[in-house]
């Protein structure tokens, strides 16, 4: 289904530029996850920009997936009358229609409608092709190839090099399968030589261009050699969105290859080899991949991912690189460290955590069997501890961070610029959770040229993580700043992005804060879109908590208890406890009902352990637990419960160190 949205969303950029300009970015960093999202931010941007738009969609019999054809249906039944559809396909088979045949907006055109009647024959033949045939052998071609226009064009092809129309119609017969044979071998055998090769070498890929002709026909003047089977009219036509690439109809290219394979069965899998190498040296690694596997080089492939994943990473393609990997042989891919720390990258990025925790402990099991030199087996361990801290931060957990992350700091020119950025955003967030203002700052500055070099994703990390420095010290113009820095540069990757609704959550959290509620809603609401298995618990606490107190000051207080429901569940199901406490926080704030069990316990009197003696996220916790048993406490109606909520907000607001604490509360 990536494929067909990714495919879907690049024919309409080709004649509408600015629409849906950032879904793709979407579709790459969350794949499925994303479709039902893409499609309908799709369908409304067409009727938001108020122009009529037709797509059509070739060979839909080839498509089998489920969910490919469940995304067809959404977009045919939901889709406004700005949008239409003219899909193409040899059986009704998987075509979700009945709905629009019911409410009859549906145009069915059949085989017999397409087939070419004696009037459309002559004109082909006569008018456009120039061959100037009697209306006798017009009608008898119209006949004998049942008026199928691709073999009235090989036909016509036949003719044009010196057939007798008599004697062509003479010696077809059969199905039409067989007459389309029986024509394409009649040019075939009318063409020199040279060019003949040419053909049969250049059907090998499903598109190809001046340079890829060459290599795989080993001549010198590929383009030009395109150019002339396409002056000829060998179905060979250039590709609309890339003029310089050329398709030949697939019919001819079937044809092609079962004459390659038949005459030479030994050059396909050489041909194939040739194929890979070009698309992989010229960045086209889906393709790349494809033809090694073709070529029964499984190694091959795997070894194309391994080699490209930086480039598909750092353009945030973190989906596509997953597909192609699909494609690998499950074997080898679960042998390979090296990959298994690719994917194990990807997920991270995707925000998936389960199969990134499952790609680390296959790269241990690959890496202990690995023939690898010592330096680079350590290199890895270095770069697998850094993903590790990852779940860490996520898991909202610091004691840990600044052991994994040591190494890679101590010698990030040893690694790609992504292991050391990410590195000291990290322990940038340790030591914001550890209250050490200062030494967050030093280190975020200090991973900044690494993250420079990197895609978006580290840098709005990096900014958000100073915001919340700020933040919690009381700098709201700083806390602005950065947060405001981190939403323009993940819309470098397009307003949809991950990357800008990571910190528009944060922006909107704050701008809710300091009163501007109308760009507040706007942003938290943005963030709340796409929800991923983790981000890390300060936007979680903005997504869920902020965007329930956003939508209670609007009176839409449904709204507001379904966002702290959602924000429990992903609470417990990541067992993530400082969102669960502010979730809870915000419900008593609120006056949304809690279960009593957890109205006992937050009533009960706790001890709040502060750094060095404890970390930071603890505190927090237990500091926004006793600030909801304190509200509990002055809203009951005994005098002593309310005595004791005195004496304990006395007793919390003595405790917060001014200096290094957070001021958050």
Sequence with gaps: MVWFLAHLLESIRQ?????????????????DDAARYVLTALIDEIHQNDDRLVVVIDDWHRVSDTQTIGALGFLLER???????????????????????????????????????????RSLLNDVDGLLLPDGDVRALTTSTDGWVAALQLA???????????????????????????????????????????????????????????ALAAVPRGQA???????????????????????????????LRHRLERDHPDRVYQLHRVAADWFAEHDHLNEAVDHALASGDAARAVD??????????????????????????????????????TLAWTNVLLQRLAPAAAALKSFETALDRADLSDVTRADLRVEADVLRAVGEVFADRVDAIDHLVAEALARPDSFHPRVGGV???????????????????????????????????????????????????????????????????????????????????????????????????????????????????????????????????????????????????????L?????????????????????????VRLRATRTIRRPPRCDGIATIIAELDEDSGIRLLSASDSADDQEQACRRAAELLAGIDGRNGPGRH
């Design 156 to 214: 016509a092809l036949s003719l044009r090099g010196g057939a007798d129309a008599a004697s062509l119609v003479s010696r077809m017969s059969g199905a039409s399968e067989m007459i389309g044979d029986f024509l394409a071998e009649n040019v075939l055998d009318s063409l020199e030589p040279e060019l003949l090769e040419f053909l049969l070498a250049t059907s090998i890929t499903e598109r190809t261009c001046g340079g890829l002709a060459s």
């Design 15 to 31: 004649v509408r530029p600015a629409l849906a300009a950032s879904l793709g970015q979407v579709l790459d960093e969350h794949g």
């Design 225 to 255: 050699m395109l150019e002339d089977v396409e002056q000829r009219g060998l179905f060979l036509q250039r590709i609309d969105k890339d003029p310089n690439w050329f398709r030949y109809h697939h019919l001819f290219a079937e044809f």
């Design 79 to 121: 889709g406004c009358h700005h949008l239409q559809a003219v899909v193409t396909s040899w059986s009704r088979a998987g075509l979700p229609v009945s709905k629009l045949r019911i409410r009859d907006e549906l145009v069915e055109i059949d085989c017999e409608a397409l087939r070419f009647d004696f009037d459309e024959a």
């Design 575 to 599: 067992r993530l406890p400082r969102l669960a406490a502010a979730v809870n926080n915000e419900r008593i704030r609120l006056g949304i009902a809690i279960p009593q069990e957890v109205a």
């Design 304 to 341: 194309l991912v391994e080699q490209d994943e930086t480039n598909l990473l750092e353009q945030s393609k973190m989906t596509t690189l997953l597909e192609i990997v699909k494609k690998l042989p499950p074997r080898m891919v679960v042998s390979r460290a090296r990959l298994q720390l």
């Design 423 to 573: 590195a000291g955003s990290l322990a940038a967030f340790a030591a914001v959770h550890r209250f050490e203002f200062d030494a967050a700052n030093r280190l975020l500055a200090w991973a900044e040229p690494y993250q420079e070099m990197m895609g978006p994703f580290a840098g709005v990390y990096a900014h958000c993580f100073g915001g919340i420095a700020a933040r919690y010290t009381l700098d709201i113009p700083g806390a602005l700043k950065n947060f405001r820095e981190a939403y323009e540069l993940g819309a470098t990757a397009g307003p949809h992005s991950y990357a800008a609704r990571l910190a528009s959550a944060l922006l909107g959290e704050l701008l809710c804060q300091t009163g501007d509620l109308a760009e507040a809603t706007r942003l938290v609401d943005e963030g709340y879109q796409l929800e991923s298995e983790g981000a890390g618990v300060d936007i979680m606490i903005a997504r869920y908590v902020t965007g329930a107190r956003v939508k209670a000051k609007q009176g839409d207080r449904d709204a507001a208890i379904d966002r702290l429901t959602d924000g429990m569940a992903a609470a417990e199901r």
